[in-house]
DNA sequence: CTGTTAGCGCTTTCAA
DNA sequence: TTGAAAGCGCTAACAG
């Protein structure tokens, strides 16, 4: 028989008689044939089946979540998912791209580490879906989702307001991340509306890992007028908060709200700013997805809800 | 100019006149020229330069650890990871493995999720190099990467014993899982050899997430005779033994040591048997990537060591 | 329902 | 130092 039945029969085509089709399978089962999915991806016209990931550190939970959510949302399609760590490095970042793109991914799923996106643009200009996650990628039209930012940072400032706080601090990431931005122009707005002078007292940057956060808190206790009430911007400056506020006389006293939902929080009782990481990622995937079947759909930017879970560190009042 | 000497600037082969040289690469650069990777291994004979990795579930942190650190190592070799979920689920895991071997993986790393390994053994006769982490697989002669189960816990129930402790829990996952079956095997020929009598008693299994843990633990307390200490062995089985503990009256006096480090257990103060899952990951891609170039070397068996990490948790005297 | 022919984009001989 | 030809394993298009 031809090979062009054998591999309509191994492809579940119609057009093939039952007899020939269980012929063909028998074979293929005592031969232990695999069929050879580069192969066939190259006739078919290039693309692979695969989508590529480029994330900051898959060993961080938060990217790890939206991987998980990726992929579950890619099988889904019959797609696989090919994982890459920039390390947030942007130089790496653009060399992973290409190597993504010469294995030919169907798409490009990215949380761009630098504030240069040359090269990404380049490639949604040459046909590649990309979804932008976590951060929008400045000046370019691609598919994006985020969460509210602004929207939980006011919630968490209000939060902390309502239970009677005004000397708030914010100990935040690099000044150059865009979720850092955001978040601590809203904690600023949010300061000045309520009537809070000088403002910007209360900001920290630089709480990249738990330790450098930590520094920072102990810091900002130790001054003359300390804070009743500490915003952590990110699971990690929340660690080092609560190393800090431990390691401290009185710690305990202080009011706490943390950036990013954790296992652990309900155990030790701190009060988050939520959101759904594992779905950010699903909604990443099915954008990549949807653009790559039709590719002039109108660029989607979707912004993913957050809420302040009360779990008893956010509520402590003002020594 | 023939298709051939562009090849060999693209790949950086040797004889070819600087001049020719340059003006392929500047004609490559300007029409946004980028090589296919796909047809490239297809044509040098079929694999590609992938390596796959099927894992219970990419969420988990342990298991994203894992790929943290294959991913890492694979790098190195100017490899890439391509990753699936089986969800711990025998027949995914089985399909998975097909479709990784489709897309012509140069490797394949898993943790096994069943008892039935005949896929995967078909494919290590037929070539394929596999690499099984965190639970051999039975009957399998494969590279393996797993930790000293049996050393860790020998060590915490030691770690208990010398503080006093007689009446010592054991909290674990399913019964059916190879960890579970080391970890219970050698807790109970530590007490036994202890002088414990009737130490299968204070074994416990079905912990597989933190509620089913909690209620375990909720239960054992509430019996008559209730455990002075407890060994959660795994990092959920620890979640839900502290949740018990902080809602059962007296709850803090009950020592705990927690198989499986985690990020906040030193805010906590839990004592843990830690290991190092990043570094597990590195080794089981070097494992891979050795098999790769020498199919014939002797099969090998890493068994990574544990450690007990005191932070106040274990060391608590029984009431 | 089945087979033939021509590639996909590259590499690997081997020859010039 | 360069090039021509063959083919990796498959699929798409068209015939039979």
């Given at each position: 028989m031809s090979l062009k039945t054998a591999s309509r029969v191994l492809n579940g085509e119609p057009n093939v008689a039952t007899a020939t089709r269980e012929r063909v399978q028998d074979a293929a089962a005592s031969l232990g044939?695999?069929?050879?999915?580069?192969?066939?991806?190259?006739?078919?016209?290039?693309?692979?089946?695969?989508?590529?990931?480029?994330?900051?550190?898959?060993?961080?939970?938060?990217?790890?979540?939206?991987?998980?959510g990726i992929e579950r949302e890619l099988r889904e399609h019959g797609l696989q998912l090919l994982t890459a760590s920039s390390d947030e490095d942007p130089e790496r970042e653009a060399s992973l791209t290409g190597e993504l793109i010469e294995r030919r991914v169907g798409a490009l799923i990215v949380t761009p580490a630098g504030a240069d996106h040359s090269a990404l643009r380049g490639e949604i200009a040459a046909g590649l879906p990309v979804v932008v996650v976590d951060r929008p990628a400045a000046g370019m039209d691609a598919d994006t989702v985020v969460i509210d930012n602004r929207g939980g940072t006011r919630a968490a400032v209000a939060h902390l307001l309502a239970h009677g706080h005004r000397r708030i601090a914010f100990v935040g990431d690099e000044p150059h991340l865009w979720t850092y931005q955001e978040r601590s122009d809203e904690f600023l707005a949010a300061l000045r509306e309520?009537?809070?002078?000088?403002?910007?007292?209360?900001?920290?940057?630089?709480?990249?890992?738990?330790?450098?956060a930590r520094d920072l808190v102990l810091e900002l206790l130790a001054a003359p007028e300390p804070p009743t009430a500490i915003l952590a911007a990110n699971n990690r400056a929340t660690v080092g908060t609560l190393q800090a506020l431990r390691d401290t006389p009185g710690g305990d006293q202080v009011a706490v709200v943390g950036f990013d939902d954790f296992e652990l929080a309900d155990l030790l009782g701190i009060t988050v700013v939520a959101y759904d990481a594992v779905e950010m990622g699903r909604r990443a995937a099915e954008l990549a997805v949807a653009r790559s079947a039709d590719p002039d759909r109108t660029v989607e930017q979707v912004v993913?809800?957050?809420?302040?879970?009360?779990?008893?560190?956010?509520?402590?009042?003002?020594?």
């Open positions: 044939f695999r069929r050879n999915a580069v192969a066939a991806d190259l006739a078919r016209g290039g693309l692979s089946r695969l989508v590529g990931f480029i994330t900051g550190d898959l060993a961080n939970e938060f990217y790890s979540a939206l991987a998980s309520a009537g809070v002078a000088d403002a910007e007292r209360w900001v920290r940057s630089g709480a990249h890992d738990a330790a450098a993913l809800p957050t809420r302040v879970v009360p779990r008893g560190s956010g509520e402590r009042p003002p020594r």
